[in-house]
Each structure stands twice: as C-alpha cells, then as structure tokens.
C-alpha cells in the first residue's frame, strides 16, 4: 500500500494526464472549427482555455504545498519540479489551441482556410492529437519507449508546416496577404503546440533515464 | 553577515539577472541585423543563443541542489521555483531574438523590412529593450513597483505590433506575400518577448506581495 505522500505524488501526475486530454480536446476542436469555419465551436475552445489555466493553478499550488511540507529526496524534488515544467507547457497548449479559435472567430464568417490547404491543416490537427496522446501516455506510464517516438511525429509536423509555406508562397497563391499571415500564423501555433508536447514527454525521459533528448525544434523556415 | 545558503540564493538571483542582460543584447543586435540585414550581426545572435541555454542550464542546477539540500521554508522554496520558472522565461527571449536573426540570415542580402516599416520595428525593438531592462531591476532590485510599469510598456508593444498589421494588410502594401509572412511573424517574436519579460517581472511582484498581476497578453490581432 502506498502512503499518503505517495498518493499525493501520483495525484500530480493523474492531473497532467487529465491536462493533455483537456488540450487535446481544444486542439482537436480548434482545428474542426477552423476547418469548417464554425464560430461556436471556436468560442467553446476560447471559453474552455480557462479549465486549462485553472487546472495548472491546482497542480502549481498542489506541487508547491507537498515541497513544502513534506522534504522531498532529491529524486521526488526532480520529478515535482519537472510536473510544474510540464504544468507550464500543457496550459501553452491550451493557449495555442486557443489562438487557432481566435483566428477562426476574427474572419468568421469567412474561411481562414482556401481549398488547396485543407489536408495540410488537417494533416497537422491529426499529427497534434497523436502528439499530445502520446504524451499522455508517456507520463501515465512513464513509458521511455513511447516518448521516443514524439520527435518522429515533430518532424512529420515540421514537414507539413514548409508544405504550407510552400503553397503560401507560390506564385498559383491567389488568396491575397492577409489569408497568407492568418494560415502561417496557425501554422506556427501548430508547430509549437507540437513543441511544447515533445518537451512534456522529454521530461518524463528525463527522469526515468537521467538523458535529456532534446530542446524545441528550430523555427519552420521557408527555403 | 549572510551565510553560504543565502548566499546561494542570491547568487541564483544575480544569474538571472545576467541572463536578463544576454537576451536584451541578443535582442538589440537582432533588431540592428533585422533592420541593416547583417548577416555577421545575425549569426552572432543565432551562435550567441548556445551562452543563453548554458546559464539557463546552470541556473536549474543550482536551484535544484539548493532544494535537495538544504529543506528550504516555503517562502525560500517559492523563490526558487519561481526562479526557475523565470529562468525559463528568459532561455525562451533568448529564442526568440535568434529567430529574428534567423529570418535575417534566410533573407540576406535581401532585407526583411521595408521602408514603411522600418520605424515601427525600430521601435518595437526599443520597447523589447526597454521591458527586459525593468525586468532585469525589478529582479535585482525586488522592486514591486517597477514591476507595475512593464504591462504599460507591454500594450505599447502592442501597438506597434498592430501598427505592423495595418501597414501590412493596407490596399497599399506591394512587398507581396513573403515578406508580409516574415515580418508578422517577427512582429510576433516582439510581442511574445515582451510578454514572456512581463511574466518575468510578475512572478517577482508575486513573491513580493502575494499577488499574480497578469497572465500572458492576448495575441494581438489585425481586426
């Protein structure tokens, strides 16, 4: 049986776990709104951006107050530091998310998206939902394994975000500047949230096995 | 006389104050390269980002061994992950001032920013500068009231960074779209510099008084 101190440990982590679901929803509906240029939808995703904050404040105050009463060995100090690290990447998830929605909103009821992007940002919607799920299952299970394969799923995101630029940028692009700035400014938002998750899960690395994978990507560039 | 523990803390404080100073170069010789498209000057910004990382690294090092060992009291253990937290703030201005060079370095000799929006970049460069310079005092300085003048500098950033918008979306914008994608996505470079400076500064103020100011600022639109 475990001890309280313990339980409170696995309580910190069962909420991170709970924090990739409650970002992976916003993603997922994020990207269906702007898809199908679909305000309401949007708006939820922008409403529901505070559960998010408000779940990280928990987990911070949970985290702060078990540091400070009980006096962690230095390998639960790691782990409980590392839970607010992820705390801080899962509530910039959440805002990502979130400012997808606020482009939808802002050229509502206009599309952001022409035709000829669809797939590419459907693509990306996909990639950021196998991402965060895995990263869910990294810290559930603290699976080393698993979290090895994010970078994998980061550079098939990398990938889809220079084929966006590549049609923005092409001389066929006939949808004028401001869809331009709108479509690449998703695209980074999608490339970080990627970013973001990738970190999540380097830090259970981290911790089980002491190597720190790596950093976030290089910025998507468009040579 | 202090002893070797509070010693610790502040030399923890002093390092952060450090990297304010490397990311407020990082940013001024970013913007120089930016605007004068300095190919050497961007590369020593994008090289230079490495002396970032390694000072966010050694931070993170002492803090954690000064939690393991001493047992520090709540309000000695709410500064430390505080400085972690701000640490980690600061790692990330270093990325961003090296993704403006980076756009520099893509589009040499070419420049990035036309005419009508030198000045406006200018500019945003002098608020980015003039934000992390506050940031850096209030650090040294636990100067609460400091701390309140950032958001004001913040929503002048803000500005410009709509400004930006304006000229690029205006009927009389001829620079196409690639150069329109590049400097909005600079521009958000700015803005997100100065809101990670502004979270630097806050997480003092809550240290100080007990009271979180503010989250990160709204992405800025174009409406």
Redesign the interface.
């Known amino acids: 049986m475990r001890d309280v101190y313990h339980e409170e440990l696995d309580a910190i982590s069962d909420q991170l776990v709970e924090m990739t679901r409650l970002v992976s929803s916003a993603m997922a509906r994020a990207t269906t709104a702007l898809l199908d240029a679909d305000l309401k939808l949007a708006e939820s995703v922008i409403e529901g951006d505070e559960t998010v904050?408000e779940a990280q404040h928990t987990l911070e105050n949970a985290a702060?107050q078990l540091?400070?009463r009980q006096?962690p060995?230095?390998g639960d100090?790691?782990t409980l530091?590392a839970s607010?690290?992820m705390s801080?990447d899962l509530e910039r998830m959440g805002?990502l998310a979130s400012?997808i929605a606020?482009?939808t909103r802002?050229r509502y009821p206009a599309s952001v998206v022409p035709a000829e992007l669809r797939s590419t940002i459907l693509q990306m919607g996909q990639v950021a939902e196998r991402i965060v799920a895995k990263a869910g299952s990294v810290i559930a299970r603290k699976d080393a394994e698993v979290a090895l394969e994010l970078p994998r799923d980061d550079d098939e995101m990398d990938r889809l975000h220079r084929e966006l630029?590549r049609t923005?940028?092409a001389p066929e692009?006939t949808y004028g500047?401001?869809t331009?700035?709108d479509v690449?400014?998703c695209g980074?938002y999608y490339e970080r949230y990627a970013d973001h998750a990738v970190s999540t899960a380097s830090r259970v690395v981290f911790l089980v096995t002491g190597v720190w994978e790596r950093?976030?990507s290089?910025?998507v560039?468009?040579?």
Request: cysteine-free; overall charge neutral; charged content about 30%.
């Open positions: 904050n702060l540091m400070a006096q060995v230095a100090l790691r530091v607010l690290r801080a805002d400012h606020r482009v802002r630029y923005i940028l692009w500047v401001e331009a700035v690449s400014l980074r950093e976030e290089e910025p560039s468009h040579q």
